[in-house]
């Protein structure tokens, strides 16, 4: 028996695939992977951008961004993974800004970090060209005659 119209089936109809007449299986929206690819990027964003790095947040909620306006095609609504998407791509690309910007003003405006920053920064000049920060840039402003 068959739910559809409550009998069987005929053989001679729809080439005895046993499926009743005119019935199309259900199809995919063409954007759907494209949304989907959307959501997930926008999730890492997202993740990545709590960690503190820089790039990752800006690269995936870029491509979150674009692929989530690419799902819609010619359609006037949007998928919802692709709004997902769209919306953990803006969140991600903000939150990036609001840390490392954030991260840069404890930086700038605390003394001791400063103080510590600079140290460390003649230290790694130090060790990896043989002299320390200060002394190449007074070298770099010698020679271009600030000097």
Not at 23 to 36: I, K, Q, W
Not at 117 to 133: I, P, R, V
Request: net charge negative; aromatic share 14%.
């Amino acid at each position: 028996m068959d739910s559809y119209n409550n009998g069987p089936v005929p053989s001679y109809q729809n080439n005895g695939s046993g499926y009743p007449p005119y019935y199309t299986p259900p199809t995919r929206h063409p954007g759907s992977s494209f949304a989907t690819a959307s959501m997930v990027l926008g999730i890492i964003a997202v993740i990545s951008a709590f960690f503190g790095t820089v790039y990752p947040p800006i690269v995936c909620g870029g491509l979150s961004i674009i692929l989530s306006l690419l799902s819609k095609g010619n359609d006037k609504a949007m998928l919802p993974n692709a709004k997902v998407g769209l919306l953990t791509g803006i969140l991600g690309m903000v939150v990036n800004v609001v840390v490392v910007g954030s991260f840069f003003v404890m930086l700038y405006t605390n003394s001791s970090y400063k103080e510590a920053f600079h140290d460390q920064l003649n230290q790694y000049s130090e060790y990896f060209y043989g002299e320390s920060f200060d002394d190449m840039w007074e070298q770099i402003e010698k020679d271009a005659g600030y000097r």
